[in-house]
């Protein structure tokens, strides 16, 4: 178990690295550096001939190290990576973590909240529809399931969003967003609505997958013997099916989680919320690459070691797995 | 005793029906079409869904009344036809008219029909100068039998826009569905067929492609060109999608090449290209179609998320984009939003649809494996 643990993390280091030069050499082809983006608008040298300004705009790029040619950025670059330092923002000179520090208390609430809507539909829905199946209830949870599943998330929002306003049901925070420690009540006003619309797309997938799993397993034989012995249906159901059709529906759940950290940026920035989508677009369009960089390598180290945290939780539902 | 194929006779029974293999191609595609029609009702409706959308996408010329960038403003109900074609807007924005524009110009009725979609409008082309020299644009008018859906923030026709639209959602889904299964496969079939180093390199590189959240990686590609154009957007949206291609063909090329075939194949002396060509790519071909049909949908959605935040095709047609128009209209105004969303919807309903209906079909055992790849 152990030799296992170690030896996935260690699988996960070559992962992690390729992530970086694969977001190292993604950020290096972007059209236009960070000094052409924010130096040509407000240029601090007037009335320079055109000599003086491509001698000032070569200065600053020395001076923020993009002179050098690819080769020995992506060396230096990785150099400085190795040894945890994840370089400084082009835009205030602070460490380009910075950001993401001040934006991670926002997604984390979002991501938690819609992953709660995800979890707390899917799974009853996606059991009932299968003890259920070919009811009245099953047909309709699955309509709801297919329609969610087309449904763009954004658009979902939106719609509510406007009726939501239209109707008068609450005011939503546009102008300030409130975190849930802050103000409980405008927090949920604010995020309660991405993390609805958010939650039942990310759901919708999770949900169909219970439903086939959950009826594969109900056919097998344990589950004829678990009610020969008379054992009631909701353990039937709860321990002895769901536990063993939970092992696909929690690789699911871990892809499903970097969908919704990716959807967090579209409703971010939809919502105005400052979380850390909406300032990794913010650094695109800036072309603060340091910033991207330290950002996309961040978010995917955590999905790779939640995705071994799912793998290792096998095992407890599971025991008949064995890591070797 | 020998039979003659087809039909058998025999005394006192006129004929016995010739076996469905023996009848000729498009009576056996009608056929087996209708087969699945009854078996997969839902499947059917999802292929009738996107028989529509291609209708509407292949003729939008055709079927969608007006140009979809003409913006209207409105008219003097008393200006005829026949004043109102004397303003002529050409190409590049010059307004040459023989009447001044004003005869044919109200602006008390202009304001009139935006409240109110019965106030019956006599329609003349506004370009962006005229809605400067003071000229009411129609600015998301109400539906109404001259604009069947109203017109949207810059009083373009609704409907035109949204029958234009399928084109971008077309290209879109089924470009980028194609880039992915295209080098998916290649690369899954390397990986899963040689093993060794290779798979190893290429499995690495799948998990590095599925350490990212698929929409950032989306991000940071579309943004390596200036003004990203449609194909070149269903291109990255289809590299973005290669991960899931690749484990699905590997897992099936694994399985396939320990098939008695290939060691035949071998034994005879056939090459490692020639094996992968003739023997293991067609033998894992309904994994590569459901793979192909299941995902359309989803790269649907991803371009319209995409074009949502405005970072799509600046010049397109797209539905992703109207949505945002839409919502910036604000809440006394949501219909747009309404039916655009309900056009993207709906066509990606018909996508998934019909792909499950196949995949229940052709691959059972993927069944209830849905999804959206991930976006």
């Given at each position: ?57 070569a ?74 199946q ?47 420690w ?52 909701r353990?039937v ?19 499903t ?12 920035s ?35 070691f ?19 | 005793?020998?039979?003659?194929q ?42 009738l ?26 008219a ?17 924005g ?5 009447p ?16 109110e ?84 390199a ?31 957007l ?27 075939y ?20 067609p ?38 984009k ?11 105004k ?15 309903l ?6 499950d ?19």
């Open positions: 178990m152990q030799a296992y643990i170690i030896r996935r993390a260690l699988i996960n280091i070559p992962v992690i690295l390729l992530v970086a030069t694969l977001v190292f050499f993604a950020t290096s082809v972007l059209p236009g550096d960070y000094v052409l983006q924010r130096l040509t608008s407000n240029d601090s040298v007037e009335n320079a001939t055109p000599e003086q300004r491509i001698k000032h705009l200065d600053v790029r020395k001076e923020l190290g993009l002179a050098d040619p690819v080769g020995v950025r992506y060396v230096k670059y990785m150099g400085r990576l190795l040894k945890g330092d994840f370089g400084t923002s082009f835009a205030n000179g602070q460490p380009a973590l910075e950001p993401f520090r001040d934006g991670i208390p926002y997604t984390a609430q979002l991501g938690l909240m819609t992953l709660f809507v995800a979890i707390s539909t899917s799974l009853p829905i996606g059991v009932l529809a299968a003890i259920r070919d009811s009245w209830p099953d047909y309709i949870l699955r309509v709801f399931s297919i329609l969610a599943l087309a449904m763009p998330n954004f658009w979902v929002a939106t719609m509510i969003l406007l009726y939501v306003v239209r109707w008068g049901l609450w005011e939503v925070p546009i102008t300030t967003h409130p975190l849930l802050e103000d409980p009540a405008g927090s949920i006003k604010l995020f309660g609505i991405p993390a609805l619309a958010g939650g039942l797309a990310a759901g919708a997938g999770i949900m169909r997958l219970m439903r086939s799993q959950m009826l594969e397993v109900l056919r097998q034989d344990y589950i004829r013997t678990a009610w020969a012995k008379g054992v009631r249906e353990v159901v709860l321990r002895h099916a769901l536990k063993n059709a939970m092992v696909p529906v929690l690789t699911a759940m871990g892809l989680l970097a969908g919704i950290i990716g959807g967090n940026v579209v409703f971010e939809l919502f105005n919320i400052p979380g850390v989508g909406f300032k990794i677009l913010d650094a695109i369009r800036a072309r603060d690459i340091a910033v991207v960089q330290s950002f996309v390598i961040v978010i995917a180290s955590f999905i790779v939640v995705n071994l945290g799912i793998d290792l939780l096998y095992g407890f539902l599971d025991p008949r797995i064995h890591y070797s | 005793m020998a039979q003659k087809g039909a058998i006779e025999i005394a006192g029974i006129e004929s016995i029906r010739k076996s469905l293999s023996d009848r000729p191609f498009f009576y056996r595609l009608l056929i087996n079409s209708g087969r699945f029609v009854v078996r997969k009702p839902l499947g059917g409706f999802g292929v869904v996107i028989g529509i959308v291609i209708f509407a996408a292949l003729s939008a010329d055709v079927i969608s009344r007006y140009d979809p960038e003409l913006s209207f403003s409105a003097k109900p008393d200006c005829t036809a026949e004043q109102a074609a004397e303003i002529v807007v050409s190409p590049t010059q307004v040459t008219t023989k001044p524009i004003s005869i044919c110009f109200d602006p008390i009725l202009a304001l009139q029909a935006q409240e979609p019965l106030v019956r409008l006599k329609l003349t082309t506004a370009s962006p100068d005229r809605i400067q020299t003071g000229e009411r644009t129609l600015v998301s008018v109400s539906p109404s039998s001259e604009h069947w859906l109203g017109t949207d923030l810059s009083g373009r026709d609704l409907w035109s826009r949204i029958v234009y639209g399928a084109r971008l959602a077309l290209v879109i889904g089924l470009g980028a569905s194609l880039v992915a299964v295209l080098l998916g496969t290649t690369l899954g079939v390397v990986s899963g067929f040689f093993g060794g180093v290779a798979d190893m290429i499995q690495r590189v799948v998990d590095s492609f599925q350490a990212f959240p698929p929409f950032i990686l989306l991000l940071l590609f579309t943004q390596t060109v200036d003004k990203p154009n449609k194909y070149f269903a291109f990255v949206l289809g590299l973005v999608g290669i991960a899931g291609v690749v484990r699905i063909t590997r897992s099936a090329v694994l399985s396939a090449k320990e098939d008695v290939v060691l035949a194949a071998r034994t005879i002396g056939a090459s490692d290209t020639r094996i992968m060509a003739r023997h293991v790519l033998n894992i071909f309904s994994p590569i179609i459901v793979v192909f049909t299941s995902a359309i949908g989803a790269y649907i959605l991803a371009e319209a998320g995409l074009a949502f935040i405005g970072l799509g095709d600046p010049l397109a047609i797209s539905w992703g109207m949505v945002n128009e839409g919502r910036a209209l604000g809440p006394a949501p219909l747009m939003a309404l039916f655009v969303g309900l056009a993207l919807t709906v066509t990606v018909g996508f998934n649809l019909a792909g209906a196949l995949r229940d079909v052709l691959d059972p055992r993927l069944r209830g494996r849905g999804g959206r790849a991930g976006f």
